[in-house]
Nanobody, 126 residues
């Protein structure tokens, strides 16, 4: 089984920072494209960031570019999302996802990913 598990969410004031973690269990060597998505109440799920295998390419939504950084530690089967300069509009449930592809031109699409975590809540207060 392939199971992503997110952690690190919480409450932070505007301008603050959080780091989310996503550990992927099931295989010793996991050559997955990894992505972060988020969904706010009453809104559609949206792409946030992605990183290929082995981590030579990263992708970001325009709304987070320059503020968020995605990275991975392949030895630990873990991907991270460092979130800086947080805004109230960043408030959402953040989901980690794994794709069977090493990379994809459709990294921004949820349909590219096969395995999803349970989500972790990020709340940014003003």
């Amino acid at each position: 089984q392939v199971q992503p598990v997110e952690s690190g969410g919480g409450l932070v004031q505007a301008g603050g920072s959080l780091r989310l973690s996503c550990a992927v269990s099931g295989r010793t060597f996991s050559t997955y494209l990894m992505g972060w998505f988020r969904q706010a109440p009453g809104k559609e799920r949206e792409f946030v960031a992605a990183i290929n295998w082995p981590g030579t390419k990263t992708y970001y939504a325009d709304s987070v570019k320059g503020r968020f950084t995605i990275s991975r530690d392949n030895a630990k089967n873990t991907v991270y999302l460092q979130m800086n300069s947080l805004k109230p509009e960043d408030t959402a449930v953040y989901y980690c996802a794994a794709s069977p592809f090493r990379d994809s031109t459709r990294y921004y699409s949820a349909t590219t990913y096969s395995y999803w975590g349970q989500g972790t809540q990020v709340t940014v207060s003003s």
